[in-house]
């Protein structure tokens, strides 16, 4: 939430003015510029409250299989739950919410798949891994003229300074490096945002979970949006199946239907000459 100031924009000696008015170009010259927007869904409070039991079920099931939550602790993987779309259709529809789709296909064209989504559970007065400075794509220290991949953060409980705001370090996306410990501390941001906003951000936007004092658990799911030429951390095809029940190909295409590696030269021929209508054995 950013404090509303002087609604005049009175300007002189000004010949060029960037980008046109509306929400959507506002929201891709922020992203450009300071490298994240917040965009409002509109979600219910009750679809929250169904999404929060869902992403807690979930995480207890992937602790479940690994033996426990010590285990996740052990890797640094303790209250995420992982790749929620393939285990609940309702964070298929959460991907999908056209309000993103606008963004990610002004951003990327036709083609985008959905890298990973993870609902992130920030615990009162526990440790997250996310609690440090990470970029979304992690280990990269260049800079592209344009996103490599978008994250979308949608916020299942308010995000505030007391259950725990996303610190970003604005503009950070452009820089190869993380700057100073000086820098860090002069210039970081904490965002704030009610339920159902969503933090659009560079993923490359150097960014952290901030600590929550609350006695509330709060939870949010992020997203990393990429063209498909960045491979998906988890394989969702392979791990919902075929799904032909999900007919809109703009959902296929999110969910990386069409994009799976070949398994050899002679799938890959296979799978170019069906889309012109030649089957071969
Ligand atoms: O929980 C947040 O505020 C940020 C989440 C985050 O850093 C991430 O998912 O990469």
């Known amino acids: 939430m950013i404090k509303q100031l002087d609604q005049?924009?009175?300007?002189?000696?000004?010949?060029?003015?960037?980008?046109?008015?509306?929400?959507?170009?506002?929201?891709?010259?922020?992203?450009?510029?300071?490298?994240?927007?917040?965009?409002?869904?509109?979600?219910?409070?009750?679809?929250?409250d169904g999404l929060r039991e869902k992403i807690d079920a979930i995480y207890k099931l992937q602790a479940d299989e690994v033996g426990g939550e010590e285990n996740l602790k052990a890797m640094n993987d303790a209250n995420i739950a992982r790749?929620?779309?393939?285990?609940?259709?309702?964070?298929?529809?959460?991907?999908?919410?056209?309000?993103?789709s606008d963004i990610y296909m002004a951003v990327f064209g036709s083609n985008y798949t959905l890298m990973s989504q993870n609902g992130i559970i920030n615990v009162p007065s526990t440790n997250h891994y996310q609690f440090t400075w990470h970029r979304d794509l992690n280990y990269q220290h260049y800079t592209s003229s344009r996103p490599l991949a978008l994250s979308a953060l949608v916020c299942i409980d308010p995000f505030n300074e007391i259950t725990g705001g996303t610190y970003v370090l604005q503009g950070s996306h452009r820089d190869?490096?993380?700057?100073?410990?000086?820098?860090?501390?002069?210039?970081?941001?904490?965002?704030?945002?009610?339920?159902?906003?969503?933090?659009?951000?560079?993923?490359?936007?150097?960014?952290?979970?901030?600590?929550?004092?609350?006695?509330?658990?709060?939870?949010?799911?992020?997203?990393?949006?990429?063209?498909?030429?960045?491979?998906?951390?988890?394989?969702?095809?392979?791990?919902?199946?075929?799904?032909?029940?999900?007919?809109?190909?703009?959902?296929?295409?999110?969910?990386?239907?069409?994009?799976?590696?070949?398994?050899?030269?002679?799938?890959?021929?296979?799978?170019?000459?069906?889309?012109?209508?030649?089957?071969?054995?």
């Open 8 to 48: 005049n924009v009175f300007t002189h000696a000004i010949l060029e003015v960037n980008g046109s008015s509306g929400n959507l170009a506002l929201q891709l010259a922020e992203l450009k510029t300071k490298g994240f927007t917040i965009v409002k869904s509109g979600m219910c409070h009750k679809l929250a």
């Open 83 to 100: 790749a929620l779309a393939a285990y609940d259709d309702a964070f298929i529809d959460i991907a999908a919410l056209p309000i993103l």
């Open 176 to 281: 190869e490096a993380f700057p100073s410990k000086n820098y860090v501390l002069a210039n970081q941001q904490v965002i704030t945002a009610e339920i159902g906003d969503i933090i659009v951000f560079d993923s490359m936007l150097f960014h952290r979970t901030g600590a929550n004092t609350s006695n509330m658990v709060r939870r949010g799911i992020n997203h990393i949006v990429t063209q498909p030429f960045i491979k998906q951390q988890y394989n969702f095809p392979y791990m919902l199946g075929p799904r032909e029940d999900i007919t809109d190909p703009k959902v296929r295409t999110l969910l990386g239907y069409g994009f799976e590696p070949a398994l050899d030269v002679k799938s890959w021929r296979k799978m170019k000459l069906e889309k012109v209508g030649i089957n071969v054995d």
